[in-house]
């Protein structure tokens, strides 16, 4: 039987986070759960493509657009489910093991992992219980919490939207009502959130998905995101 996973990671000059996610793969590589491990590239300019190449990863080269990216890399997957996760999220040790218990399941929907990051105290601990609550609330798992889903689900919902910002929340909200909490925890960087500031870059998340939900356009919100 071949492995039922395909992974699909976006990047963006992800040279030096690309091995710390690839390396807590492997226990999901030894649990025979992967089959195939796809780098969709938005035009780095550092070495991710040599980096993903030496991993043994499949790299693509696509336009600039995160959720275009992951509609690549999921057009290109042969695997029976997708996992997508973001460069700089490593799982957490036993998150094969939560895996095969969703694949287990009769109908096993969309799984995604409890957030927390590698660094930042009680900061962190904050804004991840904040992650975590609002994704069992609502139902609105962000893309660093990865996304575990059947391909078959993936294309019922009509996959990523091609738009550079909130694809992960699209795909939430297609997927309403057939999102679950897995047993495992995606650690994600807290880069950023150290260099704007944890309450700064916390309520610019939660400023851009209210406008986001209020009707402004993917495009829009990355213009505004990327120039403040």
Do not use: C
């Not at 218990?101 to 109908?107: E, F, G, K």
């Not at 601990?125 to 993936?154: E, I, M």
């Amino acid at each position: 039987m071949r492995a039922p996973i395909s992974v699909v990671i976006p990047t963006l000059n992800a040279a030096t986070a690309l091995p710390g996610t690839a390396a807590a793969l492997m226990e999901g590589v030894e649990a025979g759960l992967i089959r195939e491990v796809i780098v969709v590239d938005g035009g780095s300019t550092d070495h991710t493509a040599e980096v993903a190449e030496e991993l043994g990863a499949r790299f693509l080269s696509v336009p600039a657009s995160r959720g275009g990216q992951l509609r690549a890399g999921a057009a290109a997957a042969r695997g029976d489910h997708l996992l997508v996760l973001h460069a700089d999220t490593q799982l957490a040790p036993g998150w094969s093991e939560a895996a095969t218990a969703h694949l287990s399941r009769a109908t096993p929907g969309a799984g995604y992992f409890r957030l927390a990051f590698d660094s930042g105290g009680l900061p962190a601990r904050l804004v991840a219980g904040w992650a975590n609550l609002r994704s069992r609330l609502f139902g609105l798992p962000y893309g660093d919490q990865g996304l575990l889903l059947p391909a078959t689900l993936y294309a019922e919902v009509g996959g990523y939207p091609d738009q550079p910002l909130m694809e992960d929340v699209a795909i939430a909200r297609a997927l309403k009502g057939r999102l679950v909490a897995l047993d495992g925890v995606a650690v994600t960087s807290a880069a950023k959130y150290r260099a704007q500031g944890w309450m700064r870059r916390g309520g610019r998340n939660l400023w851009t998905l209210a406008r986001y939900m209020g009707g402004v356009s993917p495009e829009r919100l990355a213009r505004d995101y990327t120039s403040n």
